[in-house]
């Protein structure tokens, strides 16, 4: 299986128009900088999760980036 080693540069996409696009979990879509068949929008990736500073239950904030902002991606244990 293909493992990632270290993390990815990427830009966060969504709909035209948007500055912000999350489902319910918070969660965005990115395109890598190497993907040059991507549209950058909606439909570029699946959604991934955003790594928070300072989370617990029922506690904590959350920073969602925006549309064109870039984002680095990393992947648990390599696994893409």
């Not at 890598?32 to 959604?47: M, P």
């Not at 999760?49 to 969602?64: D, E, L, M, P």
Request: glycine residues 12%; proline residues 6%; hydrophobic residues 35%.
């Amino acid at each position: 299986r293909p493992i990632m080693r270290g993390p990815q540069t990427a830009t966060v996409v969504g709909p035209s128009g948007e500055e912000i696009f999350t489902d319910k979990y918070a969660r965005v879509k990115v395109q890598f900088h190497w993907d040059r068949l991507g549209k950058k929008d909606q439909n570029s990736s699946c959604f991934v999760r955003v790594s928070q500073t300072w989370a617990g239950s029922g506690w904590g904030f959350i920073q969602i980036p925006r549309i064109g902002q870039e984002v680095i991606v990393d992947f648990i244990e390599g696994d893409p």
